[in-house]
């Protein structure tokens, strides 16, 4: 796929952008880069636009001011997706200690939170919500 925007000779990502349309075996639509129903981070998506305008063959300068980030920013998300494809855009763990909170307990209290009412309240204390469903209460204030 040539691009006439400028005569410029393309850069070896260009190729490696316009490559097949399809990650591992799933079909990815151009249209709507990387956006699933159900929705997406909007870092996610803003990584994908800034790729699919790197293989219009756009240049880093133009990208960052329409996108209203820095051109590291774009070489950035540029080389890790030439680099390792579509998991390249998503985010790499963060340093420190790992979590204490798993996904199930976060998932309980928020349902809890959302779904019903103390029998004496109006809404959840933190210390009759962390009785409710067996946490402490600086574990709900975190969460």
Known sequence: MEFTRSSRPRRALDA????????????????RPLISPIGT???LALRARI??????GETHTAIAADLHV???????WRHRFMATRVP???????PGAPRTISDAAIERVL?????????????????????QVGLTQTTIARI
């Open 16 to 31: 490696a952008v316009t490559g097949p349309v399809s990650e591992n075996g799933r079909s990815v639509n151009v249209g």
């Open 70 to 76: 820095t051109k590291q920013t774009v070489g950035k």
């Open 41 to 43: 981070a909007q870092a």
């Open 51 to 56: 790729v699919l305008r790197c293989a219009a």
């Open 88 to 94: 390249g855009l998503l985010d790499e763990p963060r």
């Open 111 to 131: 349902t809890t939170t959302l779904e019903s009412t103390p029998r004496d309240a109006t809404h959840w204390s933190t210390r009759s919500l962390a009785k």
